[in-house]
């Protein structure tokens, strides 16, 4: 029952562009993006910034989801492939230092 009321609030913020909506999102759903990027990325600081990029992407993609998206799922599996990006980037970083 609560996708259904995700996918109200997605699309009330992409047709209205309702910043309460999106924020009642956020709110939602932060604790468990943090949590599946804590567990991927190890460290808080960079399970934060992980945890932003995540409703960053959200925000942008929003309008090319479907009606029928599990958001939970959806921002576990951005929150997961997210943090693998950014582990990727700081090793190439760390090799190149």
Same mark, same amino acid.
Request: with cysteine.
């Given at each position: 029952?609560?996708?259904?009321? =995700?996918?109200?609030?997605? &699309?009330?913020?992409? =047709? =209205?562009?309702?910043?309460?909506?999106?924020?009642?999102?956020?709110?939602? +759903?932060?604790?468990?993006?943090?949590?599946?990027?804590?567990? +991927?990325?190890?460290?808080? +600081?960079?399970?934060?910034?992980?945890?932003?990029?995540?409703?960053?992407?959200?925000? &942008?993609?929003?309008?090319?989801?479907?009606? &029928?998206?599990?958001?939970?799922?959806?921002?576990?599996?951005?929150?997961?492939?997210?943090?693998?990006?950014?582990?990727?980037?700081?090793?190439? &970083?760390?090799?190149?230092?």
């Amino acid at each position: 029952m609560q996708e259904l009321e =995700d996918i109200a609030l997605l &699309r009330k913020y992409v =047709d =209205d562009g309702s910043e309460e909506a999106f924020a009642a999102l956020v709110t939602r +759903h932060v604790n468990k993006v943090y949590s599946v990027a804590l567990r +991927h990325a190890g460290r808080p +600081h960079e399970a934060e910034e992980i945890t932003q990029a995540v409703f960053v992407i959200l925000a &942008r993609k929003s309008r090319r989801l479907g009606k &029928r998206v599990m958001l939970a799922g959806w921002l576990c599996q951005a929150a997961r492939l997210t943090a693998l990006t950014f582990i990727r980037s700081a090793v190439r &970083r760390a090799r190149r230092e």
